[in-house]
């Protein structure tokens, strides 16, 4: 990438009052939806792109020629577990089997009543740092995050990172934890969710729009199973009253299902329209187990058209479950319904573009379908989508007057080109390190590939040493005393002396 700048207007690196994009391949909006423009230019303003069209010889502070690169609107993950997830790296190709191949219930019960969740960091300070500074690097400019933390850790930390943050502590009447014999176990209790919620409306009145509105209030349940009607109805009531959104785990385990069929003769999904829960303002995270997918053996009921109806969004997170060998099925059979589908990075890498690759492939490999869930399908929910999602029209798009959240990606390199079509060859070849820039709000976060504002190799340092203390500890949680390794066997064996 070259970039000119005049004399008077160098500018400061971290918001220069105007920057240009000239040539490459854009990523416009136009008439409601993607465009490509060719040798266009993209203006902005202050923290707004206020224009985009054919190049102009208009002056600008500073003029990036995107030869070669293509600009894309920023990037949004409608669900986030920001930080390292220091167990979630333990359990590949492993974990209990009967848990249904779910991963996270292998570390975020608690062991035993008052014990500790192997979901909680070691460091949580270097792990939600180390989150908030992938997520930037790899091109994510708005994030939803799912975390109980009710200080202002998530608050300082993204504002430092300087995206824009969906958060507010997440609340739920039910929780897990392994009994002496290791065994899962659930509690409900009522007055604790109550609690979590209040707590959850103080923290968004206190913290909605906060650092230049690049802060958000969302209500987050955090799980529908471990959730009751009640606490669903004053959640949704608390969004309503405070004009945030809503969001929740949803579907996500398969005796989810399963139980609350069992139980109540009703799918989750009749649950929650039958509650009055569904809408537009709510976002179910994954939503994978519900009617019609092979594995719950319930073809019944129309979920995906009660969600589609409503204009609920799901929140697709894909790679995450395809390392358990879970597939939602399907991207296509949502979007075909008219459910608005938006793209999480849920755990690690955080990786965005790793998301939409996935959701391109399993979607087709759902399908048995080399036309389902296309590049253009998916790279829409990761941007027009998700904004829809979060009630906006000013993000996912690069149009006039919309919020100035951008992203340059080589493609002109040894892994994309040749291309023929620059969002296939983003979806299937695209990798972070082809990220070079990264503006939120007219700032510029990464420049060259390189985060302006923190230091990788610190977040990278920190965040390792929370893993390993984590790996160390392990041992101390399980419940007859196993050590990581044994648990988590290794690849292959140590070399020995
Ligand atoms: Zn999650």
Not at 242 to 250: C, I
Not at 366 to 386: K, L, P, Q, W
Not at 412 to 421: F, G, L, R
Not at 440 to 466: K, M
Request: net charge negative; glycine share 10%.
């Amino acid at each position: 990438m070259t970039t000119t700048a005049n004399a008077a207007g160098a500018g400061s690196e971290s918001s220069p009052a105007t920057l240009k994009f000239i040539g490459g391949t854009i990523v416009a909006f136009q008439d409601g939806g993607h465009r490509i423009l060719k040798d266009g230019e993209v203006v902005v303003s202050g923290d707004r792109i206020t224009a985009v069209g054919p190049k102009t010889d208009s002056p600008a502070e500073r003029v990036i020629d995107l030869k070669g690169r293509l600009l894309v609107p920023g990037l949004i993950s409608t669900h986030a577990h920001i930080g390292a997830h220091e167990a979630t790296r333990l359990i590949i190709d492993a974990g209990r089997r009967e848990f249904m191949r779910s991963g996270f219930l292998n570390y975020v019960p608690t062991q035993g009543m008052d014990g500790r969740s192997l979901f909680a960091s070691i460091d949580r300070d270097a792990s939600v740092r180390f989150g908030f500074s992938q997520l930037v690097r790899n091109g994510v400019t708005t994030v939803l995050g799912f975390a109980p933390y009710s200080d202002d850790l998530m608050i300082e930390a993204a504002d430092e990172a300087g995206l824009r943050l969906y958060f507010a502590p997440t609340a739920n009447v039910g929780r897990y934890h392994f009994d002496d014999d290791g065994q899962l176990r659930r509690v409900l209790d009522e007055k604790r969710g109550e609690a979590q919620l209040d707590c959850a409306v103080e923290f968004i009145r206190r913290h909605h729009g906060a650092s230049e509105d690049r802060i958000r209030g969302i209500v987050v349940v955090d799980e529908f199973y471990n959730s009751t009607p009640s606490l669903r109805r004053a959640a949704k009531a608390a969004a309503k009253s405070l004009n945030v959104g809503l969001t929740m785990h949803f579907c996500e385990q398969l005796f989810e299902f399963h139980e609350t069929v069992r139980l109540t003769g009703l799918t989750p999904v009749q649950i929650l329209e039958r509650e009055g829960i569904l809408g537009p303002e709510l976002i179910l995270a994954h939503c994978i187990y519900i009617a019609g997918h092979s594995m719950t053996a319930y073809p019944y009921v129309d979920d995906v058209g009660m969600i589609a109806a409503s204009g609920t969004t799901v929140a697709h997170s894909p790679a995450v479950f395809a390392r358990r060998g879970v597939v939602m099925e399907s991207f296509q059979r949502y979007r075909n319904a008219g459910v608005n589908i938006a793209i999480g990075t849920d755990v690690f890498p955080m990786d965005i573009l790793e998301e939409m690759r996935f959701a391109c492939v399993a979607g087709k490999i759902a399908d048995r379908n080399h036309e389902a869930a296309s590049a253009g399908a998916v790279f829409e929910a990761a941007t027009i989508g998700a904004a829809k999602a979060l009630g906006r029209d000013d993000i996912g798009r690069i149009a006039p007057g919309t919020k100035a959240d951008l992203v340059v990606v080589d493609l002109d390199n040894i892994w994309t080109a040749p291309y023929v079509d620059p969002i296939r060859a983003l979806v299937t070849s695209g990798h972070p390190s082809m990220i070079e820039m990264v503006v939120v709000n007219g700032a510029i976060l990464v420049e060259d590939g390189q985060l302006v504002r923190v230091s990788a190799d610190d977040a990278v340092s920190q965040a390792t040493a929370s893993v390993r203390a984590l790996e160390a500890a392990y041992a101390g949680w399980h419940h007859v005393g196993r050590a990581a390794q044994e648990e988590f066997p290794p690849s292959f064996a140590a070399w020995s002396n």
